[in-house]
């Protein structure tokens, strides 16, 4: 099964991601999620950036100040419209966390 995951929060704890037993991960950083995908603390990225394809969208990075060369190179940045066609096309279930 492919499961497409949306994290809002720029705290998460990756143990529940590391309980999901799935083929494949797809992870949604939307809001505050997409922290996830510009800091670093201590010098180190988020762990959930390795816990599966990882989607930032465009519009929440800019509004919180930071531009898309900021984006960690494993973190692909799309639009609401990709988001719905990655929703609709590509996972089969979808959670939010």
């Given at each position: 099964?492919?499961?497409?995951?949306?994290?809002?929060?720029?705290?998460?704890?990756?143990?529940?991601?590391?309980?999901?037993?799935?083929?494949?991960?797809?992870?949604f950083?939307?809001?505050?999620?997409?922290?996830?995908?510009?800091?670093?603390?201590?010098?180190?990225?988020?762990?959930?950036?390795?816990?599966?394809?990882?989607?930032a969208?465009?519009?929440?990075?800019?509004?919180?100040?930071?531009?898309?060369?900021?984006?960690?190179?494993?973190?692909?940045v799309?639009?609401?419209?990709?988001?719905?066609?990655?929703?609709?096309?590509?996972?089969?279930?979808?959670?939010?966390?």
């Open positions: 099964m492919k499961l497409g995951i949306f994290v809002s929060d720029f705290r998460y704890d990756v143990k529940t991601l590391d309980k999901v037993k799935t083929d494949e991960i797809g992870i950083l939307v809001q505050d999620g997409v922290y996830n995908a510009v800091l670093k603390e201590n010098g180190k990225s988020s762990d959930i950036l390795e816990k599966g394809k990882v989607f969208l465009g519009d929440d990075i800019k509004f919180r100040g930071f531009k898309e060369d900021q984006v960690d190179e494993r973190v692909e799309v639009g609401y419209e990709d988001i719905v066609d990655l929703m609709m096309n590509n996972y089969e279930k979808l959670i939010w966390l």
